[in-house]
């Protein structure tokens, strides 16, 4: 009886994980640039209760970790001349106090100093490394699809798009954006454009993440009554040995 608590148990921690993930991708399906999530499941072998006849092992459902899904989402028209969306793999570059990082939300604007930066006054970075200053004196910007920035005939910087081999190597660091946790250096992705006056939407499909929802809703529910139901069979069984002796 033990075993099948357990096992439910288990079963029932990583609903309740899948659950605060459908839940956040519904909440984001408005954010610039949110990649969809969900979980990884795998079971894991573990010494049982000691039962007559029992299986061993008994195996575990454990959480592995969260997928993210990097397809890129739609492309919506904004015509704000600093809104930059990427169409292909590849993510702007950004630098912060705590290092560079990545993102595909391309809501920026130019600072107080004329910086381009995000709006949490991040600054992008250009292929260099190095920052993108634009003079307001010099009149409007204009964002070429390779990334070059200019200004009239001027060409003051290019926004740097950089692409990892492997995914799985980013992180989630808040603010929409990515670290890198690896040893891995990104490239640079010339098949990538970038298009001014554009965002990227959310990749979440709601009706899908909805539905999914309610199935994970369900399963957690049957889940409880199964526990339930072996917890009182447990309890019954010990009632009848103790009126037998």
Do not use: C, W
């Amino acid at each position: 009886m033990d075993n099948a608590l357990y096992v439910g148990l288990s079963r029932q921690m990583t609903l309740r994980r899948e659950l605060d993930i459908v839940a956040n991708n519904i909440a984001n399906a408005d954010t610039t640039g949110f990649k969809v999530e969900s979980l990884m499941l795998e079971t894991a072998a573990r010494a049982p209760a000691v039962t007559q006849g029992g299986p061993k092992p008994v195996k575990f459902v454990l959480d592995s970790g969260v997928a993210r899904d990097f397809t890129g989402g739609a492309l919506r028209k904004t015509d704000a001349p600093f809104d930059l969306g990427i169409e292909g793999q590849g993510f702007f570059k950004i630098t912060t106090p705590d290092g560079e990082r990545y993102t595909r939300d391309g809501r920026f604007r130019m600072d107080d100093t004329g910086r381009l930066t995000t709006q949490a006054g991040q600054p992008v970075l250009d292929e260099g490394g190095g920052e993108i200053a634009i003079d307001p004196q010099k009149g409007g910007v204009t964002i070429a699809t390779d990334g070059t920035v200019s200004q009239g005939s001027e060409r003051i910087g290019k926004v740097a798009v950089a692409r990892f081999d492997t995914l799985s190597v980013l992180e989630k660091a808040g603010d929409n954006l990515y670290r890198n946790t690896s040893n891995q250096q990104p490239q640079a992705a010339p098949d990538a454009r970038v298009h001014q006056g554009m965002l990227e939407s959310s990749n979440v499909n709601t009706v899908l993440e909805i539905t999914r929802m309610m199935e994970v809703t369900r399963a957690y529910e049957s889940m409880a009554k199964m526990m339930d139901s072996n917890a009182d069979l447990s309890r019954r069984s010990i009632e009848r040995m103790g009126r037998v002796q």
